[in-house]
């Protein structure tokens, strides 16, 4: 079992926001002798805690999706000598040299085994609270990356009331948890939740700037009443959740067809992405699941 840990200075940074999805782009540098590292390695961290954020995994009670997503940006950079030692951080003057390196957020090293006072060869990263900057080691998932620069962004203690919460003190793997709050300091918001009696006037239309959208109990549009879904909505379901109309379901004439499809590779949490208009009308019931 791994331990992830923090500790901190000032400044932090506020990512804009772009879409439905909030996008928060890392800059990335490795020390010289740190050759393991690629750019392809953090590329598919990154795309594994986005899938981890999007979706309630239900894993702790209080986890949300969160539309923070997080990206590479730019090359990734080295810094260092070969013969520095700065790729096994084992002191504090070590670790200070390492986050001394203001050109890029992440900082990449074979190991972290000091962390602000404290020697411990569990330790896989180290972020400074309020601070520009963290240190991961070479081999960790994208829920590492995200858990120091929660740190950075203020996420100042550990949330060990759930064992899958990425701001656990121990990282075991399944650390797929984060709640609002979490995702409001990462940079996201949490999905808008659907439940019970929705429809235009009443919770809709459901809009792209609106959502996405998260199904928490089963949602009725009621006879009589109009549920409009516009372009671009994605909505995501609890499990055995679905949307009921007291009425019927058509495309608009841009489309022949309705087209729902689950973005999510777990049966059990679909997701339905509209590209076409669909309004809910009178009659009939439209299901998703």
């Given at each position: 079992m791994k331990k992830v840990l923090l500790l901190g200075t000032i400044l932090l940074m506020i990512p804009s926001r772009v879409g439905?999805?909030?996008?928060?782009?890392?800059?990335?540098?490795?020390?010289?002798?740190?050759?393991?590292?690629t750019a392809a390695m953090m590329d598919t961290a990154m795309v594994d805690v986005n899938t981890r954020m999007k979706y309630n995994n239900h894993d702790c009670a209080d986890d949300v999706p969160c539309t923070a997503r997080f990206f590479r940006s730019g090359n990734v950079g080295i810094f260092g000598t070969a013969t520095d030692g700065l790729d096994v951080i084992t002191t504090q003057s070590e670790l200070d040299a390492v986050f001394a390196v203001t050109t890029h957020r992440a900082k990449v090293v074979d190991a972290v085994n000091f962390c602000e006072g404290s020697f411990n060869t569990s330790f896989i990263g180290c972020g400074r609270v309020n601070g520009f900057g963290f240190i991961v080691e070479d081999w960790v998932g994208g829920e590492i990356f995200v858990h120091e620069f929660g740190h950075n962004v203020g996420l100042k203690d550990h949330r060990n009331t759930c064992d899958n919460n990425i701001m656990h003190e121990f990282s075991i793997g399944t650390n797929n948890s984060i709640n609002a709050a979490e995702c409001s300091s990462l940079g996201g918001k949490a999905y808008t939740q659907l439940c019970g009696n929705i429809y235009d006037g009443a919770g809709g239309p459901l809009t792209a700037n609106g959502g996405p959208y998260w199904v928490t109990c089963n949602v009725a549009v009621p006879a009589g009443r109009t549920l409009t879904i516009q372009p671009g909505v994605e909505i995501q379901?609890?499990?055995?959740?679905?949307?009921k109309s007291y009425g019927y379901a058509k495309a608009d004439g841009r489309s022949g067809r309705i087209t729902i499809y689950s973005n999510n590779h777990d049966i059990n949490f679909p997701t339905a992405t509209m590209y076409n208009e669909l309004i809910i009308l009178n009659g009939g019931e439209l299901i998703f699941n």
């Open positions: 439905s999805e909030d996008w928060v782009a890392f800059t990335v540098t490795r020390h010289i002798n740190t050759t393991s590292f379901f609890n499990p055995g959740l679905r949307i």
